[in-house]
């Protein structure tokens, strides 16, 4: 039975009320994060001599913050056995 709880993810046990709170806050920061830097490659893009590494750096960071975003997003639902 060890053997097979190695391979579930964290997701399939539950949550308890202050893992739930700490997962939607660290959402939140992310979230936050993600909109400011969208604003700052929305300027940034406006400047034709803008550092172009600079930008393409930026936007990558944006996209890992997504990710992460969606991850901790899918550890608060719940699994259902069917």
Known sequence: ???KRKGLSLAN???TDEEKSQILARIHALEVEHSDLNE?????A???IQD??????LKKRKLLL???ISLLKN?????IIA
Request: hydrophobic share 35%; aromatic share 4%; net charge positive.
């Open 1 to 3: 039975m060890c053997s």
């Open 75 to 79: 550890r608060l639902i719940p699994d």
């Open 13 to 15: 046990f539950s949550l």
């Open 52 to 57: 172009q590494l600079q930008l393409r750096r």
């Open 40 to 44: 700052i490659i929305d300027r940034l």
């Open 66 to 68: 997504k990710d992460q």
């Open 46 to 48: 406006q400047d034709p």
